[in-house]
């Protein structure tokens, strides 16, 4: 089955959702890679949702799905209807923020930081590879997102593979696995005082520039900074 940026699809997979949403770029797409990067889909309103045309359902969540996960497809998005997601995407990762030259960070979040921070660095998710071992994670998402979901859209990043659209290379040599931004929820994320932490443990605002270019390529926003 071809899988098409802007295309709903069916997904049985999690609880709760009805759909997903396919985000990354179609070059991402066809090509043999297993995951594709997008966002969860509701019946309902919730935090950090946007309603499709229509009203009835509601764009949440960007969460990497393996392709094999996907379903049948349901309807094709117009540009006109995928731009308010679009839109809420690069509000919620301040992509036109540190597009800007110079980048600017986004707004520091008032009260108490029960969250995981903006550009902070955690271990988060699953245990991955062989054998498994936990995976550093740069926070993407803003502050106020953060807080709201309780939670934090991150990318991976690793010292391997090459750089390239959607994958940028880090001022410490580190690759960002841009193409798959995956919101985690907070009992996920290793960001409480006493966890342990990765080293380093924070990108500055150069590097966070360099991921959300790597994140205007993958999911092909580069319309709208």
């Not at 709760?16 to 890679?33: H, I």
């Not at 966002?39 to 309103?45: D, H, K, Q």
Request: glycine share 8%; net charge neutral; charged share 15%.
């Amino acid at each position: 089955m071809a899988i098409r940026r802007g295309t709903l699809y069916s997904l049985t997979a999690v609880p709760g959702v009805s759909g997903y949403l396919v985000l990354s770029n179609d070059q991402w797409n066809t090509a043999r890679t297993e995951e594709a990067a997008g966002a969860l889909v509701y019946e309902s309103p919730g935090a950090a949702r946007v309603a499709l045309a229509g009203g009835k359902a509601f764009v949440g969540e960007l969460v990497a799905v393996s392709k094999a996960a996907l379903g049948n497809p349901l309807t094709q998005l117009s540009a006109a209807d995928l731009r308010p997601v679009e839109e809420l995407v690069c509000d919620s990762l301040a992509l036109r923020e540190l597009h800007q030259q110079p980048p600017q960070p986004p707004p520091a979040q008032p009260g108490a930081i029960d969250y995981p921070l903006w550009s902070q660095i955690y271990y988060a998710g699953p245990p991955l590879g062989d054998p498994p071992q936990n995976k550093r994670r740069v926070v993407a998402s803003v502050d106020s997102y953060n807080s709201a979901m309780r939670g934090a859209v991150c990318i991976r990043t690793t010292t391997r593979g090459k750089p390239g659209p959607g994958f940028p290379q880090l001022t410490d040599g580190t690759i960002a696995v841009a193409m798959a931004p995956t919101l985690f929820f907070n009992p996920y994320v290793r960001f409480q005082p006493r966890q342990e932490r990765p080293s380093p443990s924070q990108l500055f605002l150069a590097d966070m520039a360099l991921v959300a270019a790597g994140i205007v390529d993958a999911l092909e926003l580069h319309h709208l900074v």
